[in-house]
T-cell receptor, first 115, second 110 residues
Framework: DTAVSQTPKYLVTQMGNDKSIKCEQNLGHDTMYWYKQDSKKFLKIMFSYNNKELIINETVPNRFSPKSPDKAHLNLHINSLELGDSAVYFC??????????????FGPGTRLTVL | GNSVTQMEGPVTLSEEAFLTINCTYTATGYPSLFWYVQYPGEGLQLLLKATKADDKGSNKGFEATYRKETTSFHLEKGSVQVSDSAVYFCATDNDYKLSFGAGTTVTVRA
C-alpha cells in the first residue's frame, strides 16, 4: 500500500549506458515530479507532469527524458550516462491545493551511481 | 519566482536541547510555506505547513509560524530526541512547483 514507489532503489552502471527509473503513485494525484538530490542534499526539480502533460522542464540535459504513460506513472530515462549524473533521484506526486501547490508525497529515492 | 533561504548546517545538539532552524522567504503575494523532513535513507515527508500569515503549523512537537512582517517561517522544537536526527527543508510554492531551501542537517546526540 505504498503511496509513491520507485524502482530500482539502487542502480550502479557504467558511463555511456542508458538506464530507466520507474515511478508509480496510488494516491490519485494529477501531478508528478522528478527531483535530483546531490551529495550535499541539495534538491533540484527536473520535470513535472500534470495529467500526462509536461508542465515543468527545468534546464536539464536532453539526455534525460521523462515519460508518463498515464497519470499514475512517471518514468525517467537517461541516455549516455555521465559521472555527474550520480545522485539520488526522487519521484513525487501532489494534487493542487486551493492556492497553489499543496503537499507533495515523495518516493523512497533511487540512488544512481555511474562508474 | 518565490524562494526560501534557510540557515546552513550542520547542527549538532544534545538530547532535550532546543532546536531552531531559520527560514526566510521571498515572494510575490502570499505563498504557502512548508517544512519537510528527510530521515536517513528515506524520501522527504511533510512535517508541517502554513498557508497564510500568522498561521502556526505544528507536528511531532515541531512548530513554525508564518510571519509576514519578517518574511520568516522558523522551525522550532523545545526538546529534541535522537530520532529527530534528519535533514530539514524549508519550502514555498512557486508556479506549480515547490522551491526548496538547501536543507539543514541536524544530528542529535544521546
Amino acid at each position: 500500500d505504498t503511496a509513491v514507489s520507485q524502482t530500482p532503489k539502487y542502480l550502479v552502471t557504467q558511463m555511456g549506458n542508458d538506464k530507466s527509473i520507474k515511478c508509480e503513485q496510488n494516491l490519485g494525484h494529477d501531478t508528478m515530479y522528478w527531483y535530483k538530490q546531490d551529495s550535499k542534499k541539495f534538491l533540484k526539480i527536473m520535470f513535472s507532469y500534470n495529467n500526462k502533460e509536461l508542465i515543468i522542464n527545468e534546464t536539464v540535459p536532453n539526455r534525460f527524458s521523462p515519460k508518463s504513460p498515464d497519470k499514475a506513472h512517471l518514468n525517467l530515462h537517461i541516455n549516455s550516462l555521465e559521472l555527474g549524473d550520480s545522485a539520488v533521484y526522487f519521484c513525487a506526486s501532489s494534487s493542487p491545493g486551493l492556492a497553489g501547490v499543496d503537499e507533495q508525497f515523495f518516493g523512497p529515492g533511487t540512488r544512481l551511481t555511474v562508474l | 519566482g518565490n524562494s526560501v533561504t534557510q540557515m546552513e548546517g550542520p547542527v549538532t545538539l544534545s538530547e532535550e536541547a532546543f532546536l531552531t532552524i531559520n527560514c526566510t522567504y521571498t515572494a510575490t503575494g502570499y505563498p504557502s510555506l512548508f517544512w519537510y523532513v528527510q530521515y536517513p535513507g528515506e524520501g522527504l515527508q511533510l512535517l508541517l505547513k502554513a498557508t497564510k500569515a500568522d498561521d502556526k503549523g505544528s507536528n511531532k512537537g515541531f512548530e513554525a509560524t508564518y510571519r509576514k512582517e519578517t518574511t520568516s517561517f522558523h522551525l522550532e522544537k523545545g526538546s529534541v530526541q535522537v530520532s529527530d536526527s534528519a535533514v530539514y527543508f524549508c519550502a514555498t510554492d512557486n508556479d506549480y512547483k515547490l522551491s526548496f531551501g538547501a536543507g539543514t542537517t541536524v544530528t542529535v546526540r544521546a
